[in-house]
Every structure is written in structure tokens, then in C-alpha cells.
């Protein structure tokens, strides 16, 4: 069956239009995200200091990561996982907690509280460091210092920003409570639109309280944006080291609070080695693909 000539120019006419529409996404696309990725990779096959030409060096980089990396390996990658694990899924699952615990309350304050937890999510590097370096400070000034002391738990005060025992502690604390932002807002705005019809449904069929209520109809019916959350919860955690930078700078003390981020910075702009800086970014992209790739398969539908 053959369409009519008009029809024909219309659709035609339709794809121009949103080939027209996609367009600036595409361009801004392929030069800020798929351009550096794609760079990245091909670096990572290079010896390459930012000033000779690069030179190709095969698969010695990632050799190098494994094998005689000792910082990454002792420091860098378990102070990952255990900021991943922390942030990452345990900032996932406060963030449900805590906009479950919203959606019960009336428009009003959910509001004002909604902001309150959102608002660290915004603030700058600069301006969260000037914040808690103040809170830990290492002498009798320092808020948690001070506090410490005046209830008798310790007798003198802690270099906090300069102890490796308790970098990461710190990052981590600071990570927590700057963690539920957009994510938090999507789980939030999810829990909201729920139809109550099915609670209802739910309460027929023998669910009995707001456990079984959260596990049986308020989860399944807003995987969409679990999925969005999860995935940008693990992403953020595992992108994130302008705290510790910003705490006890580049790298950290003892690479107490070493994460992938820092090494990279570390030695892509501080040793200007950059094709194994761009090995340890593409380990790091494999790393976020796998945990998209999870969450996907756990929150995403089965015709996706």
C-alpha cells in the first residue's frame, strides 16, 4: 500500500521539525559529553604529559592501575567503596526514609522542610568547606572541639582535618548531608502522586500497615523514580571529592580520604600525567556504568 504524495511530504515535513527540536541537544551532547568521553579513552592508551605529542602505550596504564598503583589499591579504591556504600546507598535509602516521612505531612510544612533538607544539595564547594572547617576546627575554637571538651569526652583538642583516622569520617558525615538533592525531590514527587485508590485496593486485599503499604504498593507503583534516584545518587557519590580537596587539599593527609576523583585530579593536574589520568576516569565510568546498569535491572520495567 502506497501513502499519498501529502502524506508523504507531511511526515517528511514532521521528522524535519523534530530533527529541528533535537538539534541543540545533539550538538551540546556530542561536544561536552560524548567528545571528552571519547577522548578520554583514546588518552588512556597514551603516555601523554600535556605538552609532547601523545605517545601510544597500549594497555600499560590500566597495567600500571593494577599492578604498581599502590595508593590507588590501599587508599584510593577502598576509601571509594566505603564513601559509595555510605553516600551512595545509604544516602539512597535516608533519602526514601526521609520523603516518605514528608509525604505523610500536610503541604505546608512538607514544603518548608523539603527546602531545609534540599538547600545543602546546592551549596558550593567553597562555601560548605568555609562552613564545617570552622565546625572542626583543630583547637579550642572549633565547635566540635569545644563541645567535646566542655562535656569532658576529651582532654585536649583533635587535628580533625589532619588525622587520616578521621578524614573520611568527616567526608563522609558532610556527604550524607549534602546527599538529598534532585534525587530526593523525584523520590519525594513520587511518593505524592501515588493513586490512593490502590491503598485502598491494597487494604481489601489484607496489607494492614504502612510497611506492608511502602513494600507492596508505594515502591512498585514509583519505580520510575527510584530509578532516577538511585542512579544519580550512585553517580554524585562517585563523582564527588571536591570535599576533601576543599577540606585538607590534594592529596589528602595519608590519603586518609583519597577518593578516584582526587587521584585523578591528582595526577592530571598536579603530575600533568594524563593518559593515566584518563585510564583511572574510564575505570571510574565502568565503575558508575555497572551500578546504572544494577539499578536498571532492579527498578526498571520489563519491557525496557
Do not use: C
Not at 500536610?106 to 523539603?114: D, L, N, Q, Y
Not at 585538607?248 to 600533568?272: C, K, M, S, W
Amino acid at each position: 500500500m502506497f501513502l499519498p504524495k501529502a502524506k508523504v511530504g507531511a511526515r517528511s515535513h514532521s521528522n524535519r521539525a523534530g530533527y529541528l527540536f533535537t538539534g541543540p541537544y545533539a550538538i551540546l551532547f556530542i561536544i561536552f559529553i560524548l567528545a571528552p568521553v571519547v577522548t578520554a579513552i583514546g588518552l588512556s592508551f597514551t603516555n601523554f604529559n600535556t605538552i609532547q605529542t601523545p605517545k601510544v602505550v597500549g594497555f600499560l596504564n590500566y597495567i600500571n592501575l593494577i599492578t604498581a598503583d599502590d595508593v590507588f589499591m590501599k587508599y584510593v579504591l577502598p576509601n571509594t567503596v566505603k564513601y559509595a556504600l555510605i553516600v551512595g546507598l545509604g544516602g539512597y535509602a535516608l533519602a526514601f526514609l526521609l520523603a516518605w516521612a514528608l509525604s505523610n505531612l500536610t503541604k505546608g510544612p512538607r514544603t518548608v522542610f523539603a527546602l531545609i533538607l534540599y538547600s545543602p544539595s546546592m551549596t558550593t564547594g567553597v562555601a560548605m568547606a568555609v562552613l564545617w572547617k570552622i565546625m572542626f576546627t583543630g583547637d579550642q575554637t572549633g565547635y566540635i572541639n569545644s563541645w567535646l571538651m566542655d562535656i569532658g569526652a576529651i582532654d585536649e583538642p583533635i587535628i580533625w582535618l589532619s588525622s587520616s583516622q578521621y578524614l573520611l569520617p568527616i567526608v563522609i558525615i558532610i556527604g550524607l548531608w549534602s546527599s538529598m538533592g534532585i534525587g530526593f525531590l523525584s523520590i519525594l514527587a513520587g511518593l505524592l502522586n501515588v493513586d490512593e485508590s490502590l491503598y485502598e485496593a491494597a487494604a481489601i486485599d489484607g496489607v494492614k500497615n504502612r510497611f506492608q503499604e511502602m513494600i507492596y504498593v508505594t515502591i512498585p507503583s514509583m519505580k520510575p523514580q527510584m530509578l532516577f534516584a538511585a542512579v544519580m545518587q550512585i553517580v554524585g557519590a562517585f563523582q564527588n571529592g571536591t570535599i576533601s580537596t576543599m577540606l585538607a587539599g590534594n592529596p589528602t593527609p595519608g590519603y586518609g580520604a583519597q577518593l578516584i576523583v582526587n587521584h585523578i585530579e591528582d595526577y592530571g593536574f598536579i603530575r600533568y600525567e594524563m593518559g593515566y589520568a584518563a585510564a583511572v576516569s574510564v575505570v571510574l565510568l565502568l565503575i558508575v556504568q555497572a551500578f546504572s546498569v544494577f539499578f536498571n535491572r532492579l527498578f526498571g520495567s520489563a519491557d525496557e
